[in-house]
């Protein structure tokens, strides 16, 4: 039985929301229309509930030992009150456990965002770690006490000085305030970030306040936006997701450098994380499979690529399909893929079977939508 | 002319049923017109898919039979088969919808109807669900499924 969002009655009573499961938690999928959302994001402003993500506290005098093992990217360069990520957890063969943004609150005390369905398993394995390295760290699950939005959309700035919280419009991209007073109301955590490849902000607080000032941002003319149209705008960006374009399991998923993950996701000057010496030597070696867009012709009109999905070249089989999906901004078929390391050219064409047809794509770099600022 | 409709409201959903005409369990319409089949897919279903943005439609002429796939309806979410309500011979397609899919969302029962079929058996127009009866089938699914 999947969980509630701690928002759901405020979903369905207020907004009348249709509600559908997302990583084993009941979210809204939709409020009107999903393309409408899409759109409302890319050009005006809207409102997400995430409430469904993971929300860990990591505290204790051995957190920096704990994070700077957990994960690829270098933690030590992160200053109190910013953001880093996002940054990956590895297993063994260098696969994607998770991907993750960490907060820092203090050396001791640092936050960490994990994805809705692996949020119990990172818990059990910070605990297994904190464990065998016999660290001092304590790992508080923050999820169900928590409710947290994101405020998306080029008009976000605007919104927020309607509801007399300008202030936080200076923040920079990555910064976040903690234990502070947004519109009125007490919150946990405000951050300049989000997911959707627009400009915006993502908020925790208890769900009353939380609740209240989903109000004022709806009244502000900021509008519902649904887990569909969350999916699509991140498609469009080409920003990833776990059992899509990543996984643990190696039978299903290359290893993270296939990823192409950027953002200094992995920082090669760093040693003595979990997964290095897999992921080093395939660095060595050179990876089998590239992460790539698709971009398909818009003359072929409404085309929606699916994961899984197979990709050809002059009918030889070199990739498939993580995640597609037609595009309302470009009003064309986009997808992210897997294509085999030699084929993986920008610029040059593919075919991707759809039932009895195929369809030329372009190999395309993200984000897949030109021109979207990817931060400010 | 009239068409009285039936509303089925389930979990603050409603979903509308025409009585003009008669239905598939998978969520298709029918209608008798001079001789010929017209078909589309139901109110019900289109809100199922939600965000229609693609259809394949089956080529004029060909043979069809009852209950086999004949197009394919993309929606942002999904992609659902397209069934055929009777046998016999597509003898037209709504190519409008080439270009505007979203008529299976915003008028399914009248801009968004998909094909006419002629058929090859009349009975099996006389077998699909009455109105009634399909009103009671989206029902239960409406209630378990979502």
């Given at each position: 039985m999947a969980r509630k969002t701690l928002l759901y009655d405020f979903h369905v009573e207020k907004l009348g929301a249709t509600m559908g499961e997302f990583g084993g938690w009941e979210v809204p999928?939709?409020?009107?229309?999903a393309i409408e959302e899409h759109m409302i994001v890319r050009t005006d402003v809207g409102i997400f509930d995430v409430s469904h993500m993971g929300r860990i506290r990591f505290r204790g005098p051995d957190v920096m030992e704990l994070i700077q093992y957990l994960y690829t990217k270098d933690m030590k360069k992160v200053k109190e009150g910013w953001m880093s990520g996002p940054t990956l957890a590895l297993n063994q063969w260098a696969r994607v456990k998770d991907d993750e943004m960490l907060y820092k609150i203090s050396d001791e005390e640092w936050l960490v965002v994990a994805n809705a369905p692996y949020r119990e398993k990172m818990i059990n394995y910070f605990k297994k770690v904190i464990e065998e390295k016999k660290l001092k760290v304590e790992v508080e699950d923050l999820t169900f006490n928590l409710a947290m939005i994101a405020i998306q959309g080029p008009k976000v700035e605007e919104v927020f000085e309607k509801v007399g919280a300008k202030e936080f419009n200076d923040l920079h991209t990555l910064e976040f305030r903690y234990n502070t007073v947004f519109a009125g109301e007490k919150i946990f955590l405000i951050s300049?970030?989000?997911?959707?490849?627009e400009d915006g902000f993502e908020i925790w607080a208890e769900p009353p306040a939380m609740i209240r000032i989903y109000e004022k941002l709806l009244e502000a003319g900021a509008k519902p936006v649904g887990t569909i149209a969350r999916d699509t705008l991140r498609i469009e960006m080409g920003f990833v997701l776990g059992e899509h374009e990543y996984g643990e399991d190696p039978t299903r998923f290359p290893n993270a450098i296939s990823l192409r993950y950027g953002l200094g996701a992995i920082d090669w000057h760093k040693h003595g994380f979990a997964g290095e010496e897999a992921l080093r030597a395939y660095r060595r070696e050179g990876v089998k499979w590239i992460r790539v867009g698709l971009r398909f012709r818009k003359k072929d009109g409404r085309v929606v690529p699916r994961t899984g999905y197979k990709i050809y070249i002059d009918d030889v089989e070199v990739g498939w399909i993580t995640s597609g999906t037609y595009s309302p901004y470009l009003k064309r078929g986009v997808a992210q893929a897997y294509i085999e390391a030699p084929y993986a050219v920008f610029g040059e064409t593919v075919e991707v079977q759809i039932r009895n047809k195929r369809y030329e794509a372009k190999i395309v770099d993200f984000p897949l939508v030109p021109g979207r600022p990817v931060v400010k | 002319m009239y068409v009285s409709e039936i509303v089925v409201e389930v979990k603050k959903k409603k979903y509308i049923i025409k009585t003009d005409r008669k239905y598939t369990k998978t969520d298709e319409w029918a209608k008798l017109e001079d001789g010929k089949i017209r078909e589309g897919i139901t109110d019900y279903a289109q809100k199922e898919l939600k965000d229609i943005v693609g259809i394949e439609l089956p080529e004029v002429g060909k043979e069809v039979k009852k209950g086999e796939v004949i197009g394919v309806i993309e929606s942002i979410k999904a992609t659902a088969d397209l069934y055929a309500?009777?046998?016999?011979?597509?003898?037209?397609?709504?190519?409008k919808l080439l270009d505007q899919p979203e008529l299976l969302n915003t008028d399914p029962y009248g801009e968004g109807w998909i094909l006419i079929i002629e058929p090859s058996d009349p009975k099996e127009y006389d077998e699909l669900m009455t109105p009634e009866q399909y009103a009671e089938h989206i029902k239960k699914h409406a209630e378990e499924g979502h």
């Open positions: 999928m939709l409020y009107k229309s300049r970030s989000g997911w959707t490849g | 309500a009777v046998s016999g011979k597509v003898v037209e397609v709504n190519e």
